[in-house]
């Protein structure tokens, strides 16, 4: 069965530095997306990227994100000058238009 | 913004009783989904209601989308440990194409 993958699993960053996380879609979806989940509580929307381009984001999704889809299967969330309070666990997920969201295992970022 | 609001935020029953999880949406909903995240785990999907007063049932667990669209429920018949973990329902709102807004979720823990 096809599944969401998302690298690395647990990523350990310094205040003010810089990440990348990655995600591959399942091929043949449409709709890419970021969630975040802070430990114990419910999972927040990031943004949704669809036809090479932003299609939604939320508040939380300002200046210090950004994501792109650098080829035919990589999807990326990049989160600049990171604050402590960006510690969560990162999840992707992938649709097609209108259905059901397949999430990745996630990537736990910690930032001391 | 959107709220999605989940109740109880905890409940613990013992194997065999029964349990519903209840989802209210600040806004009117185009459609809700429900996932299921398992301690430790990422959200699954189980099902997406889309009509008004819609009832869905997967063996043990029945789902039901409100006549206003507005609220959700998830009941589950004869509990098993198997059923532990964190049950989200997840609204999109009418007008948006991808955002989905995941409500606070409902814990449920589950004992022989």
């Known amino acids: 069965e096809p599944e969401v993958t998302q690298t690395p699993s647990h990523q350990v960053t310094q205040m003010g530095q810089e990440v990348i996380l990655r995600c591959v879609p399942i091929s043949n979806h449409l709709y890419f997306y970021w969630y975040r989940q802070i430990l114990g509580q419910k999972v927040e929307f990031l943004v949704s990227?669809?036809?090479?381009?932003?299609?939604?984001k939320s508040e939380i999704f300002d200046d210090q994100f950004s994501v792109e889809r650098p080829d035919g299967s990589n999807f990326t969330l990049k989160i600049r000058s990171t604050k402590l309070e960006d510690s969560a666990m990162y999840f992707c997920?992938?649709?097609?238009?209108?259905?059901?969201?397949?999430f990745g295992p996630g990537t736990r970022l910690t930032v001391t | 913004g959107q709220q999605v609001m989940q109740i109880p935020q905890y409940q613990h029953v013992q194997e065999g009783e029964d349990f519903t999880t209840y989802c209210n949406s600040s806004?009117?909903?185009?459609?809700i989904q429900w996932y299921k995240q398992r301690p430790g785990g990422h959200p699954v999907f189980l099902i997406q209601l889309v009509k008004s007063g819609e009832v869905k049932k997967q063996k043990r667990l029945t789902f039901q989308f409100g006549e206003a669209k507005k609220n959700s429920s998830l009941h589950i018949t004869a509990t098993q440990t198997t059923d532990v973990g964190t049950y989200f329902c997840?609204?999109?709102?009418?007008?948006?194409?991808?955002?989905?807004?995941f409500g606070t979720g409902t814990r449920l823990q589950v004992t022989l």
């Open positions: 997920a992938s649709s097609y238009p209108s259905g059901e969201q397949y």
């Open positions: 997840a609204g999109r709102r009418t007008g948006t194409a991808s955002k989905l807004t």
């Open positions: 806004t009117t909903l185009s459609n």
């Open positions: 990227f669809y036809n090479n381009e932003i299609s939604e």
